[in-house]
């Protein structure tokens, strides 16, 4: 399904099969002499073909089309070496770049899954059914990097590169001051809410998460074009329901921690989690997956902020108040 949500910009509903976030919006803005593609959904089948019909739908000639991906998971950058042609610039920050490049990638996220407590699972096997293994891009791609406050002129659209770490380390978002607009990527969504994540004993990602939106809070948003579901009227007020809902979680830990020392997955067990399945034994492996990724990140923020403090034992790191 195509849309034009703004004179020369187009929306693409790329479908995510199976998916609870069901679709990315790929964004395709028309220039004079080159136009721009705002991420393109998942290396798949059903992916790709509503991609190429809605391209052709609006008539864009690739060759003269460069693209921007906000982040390096799958479903926002799997399909850009497709569309992607010997004429086009292929955009993205040099810190998400850096990551995609990184070959030890996926065993090391295996391994410190493992040492927070994920049941023992045969590596291969759960690095090929990972959903960012399986469907990202299968070519490698000559990335041209952008920095923050980097500049992209499309037609009549003057867009300011804006880098936003947190859903990853090196998110961007497109801000266009002149219209009020903001291609939000998954900084802000709607109705739900971006996935933080931590796979590392390095970083702080939801306190990077925080700062950012903070940063774009002072920004004058009159609309946002977000990754996935529907715009945004009031990023304002968006931004502080998000602020709030994470530190909800961090105090909803807290609590959890005063029973005793937990590692990660028996943390995330005992979180709240807004899904349809009747206890946290019924998730399917990915959704625990995530679940336990998001769990670490609220755990490190409470950690670097002195209130959890963690400990290895016996190869399992536990955390405790």
């Keep these: 399904m195509v849309v034009e949500v703004l004179p020369g910009i187009f929306r693409i509903e790329v479908p995510l099969p199976k998916n609870p976030l069901r679709s990315v919006n790929s964004y395709v ?68 770049s850096a990551v995609i490049s990184e070959k030890e990638y996926w065993r090391d996220m295996l391994k410190y899954a493992l040492l927070n407590g994920f049941p023992p699972v045969d590596p291969q096997e759960a690095i090929r059914k990972h959903p960012g293994y399986r469907y990202g891009p299968l070519e490698r791609m000559n990335i041209t990097h952008l920095k923050d406050g980097g500049r992209l002129k499309v037609g009549r659209y003057n867009l300011k590169v804006v880098i936003t770490p947190g859903h990853t380390v090196g998110h961007s978002c497109l801000y266009e001051p002149g219209e009020k607009l903001l291609f939000s990527g998954d900084h802000i969504l709607g109705d739900i809410t971006p996935n933080i994540s931590l796979w590392s004993e390095k970083g702080d990602p939801l306190g990077d998460y925080l700062e950012s939106l903070d940063r774009v809070a002072e920004m004058e948003i009159g609309l946002t074009l977000p990754g996935h579901r529907t715009r945004i009227r009031n990023a304002g007020k968006r931004i ?59 755990l490190r923020y409470l950690e670097v902020g002195k209130r959890v403090f963690s400990k290895t034992v016996s190869g399992q790191i536990l955390y405790h108040l």
Aim: negative net charge; contains cysteine; charged residues 30%.
């Design 29 to 96: 803005i028309l220039g004079d002499d080159r136009n721009l593609i705002i991420d393109t959904g998942m290396n798949r089948e059903e992916c790709r073909e509503v991609l190429d019909k809605g391209l052709a739908e609006i008539g864009l000639d690739l060759s003269r089309t460069d693209i921007f991906l906000t982040h390096y998971h799958a479903d926002h950058m799997g399909l850009a070496p497709h569309v992607a042609t010997p004429n086009s610039k292929v955009f993205m920050s040099r810190e998400d």
């Design 240 to 298: 502080a329901e998000l602020k709030e809902h994470h530190k909800e979680r961090a105090r909803e830990i807290e609590v959890l921690l005063e029973e005793g020392e937990m590692n990660g997955f028996t943390v995330a067990s005992r979180m709240t989690w807004d899904m349809t399945y009747d206890s946290f034994d019924d998730f399917p492996i990915m959704q625990k997956w995530f679940a336990l990724g998001e769990a670490i990140a609220h």
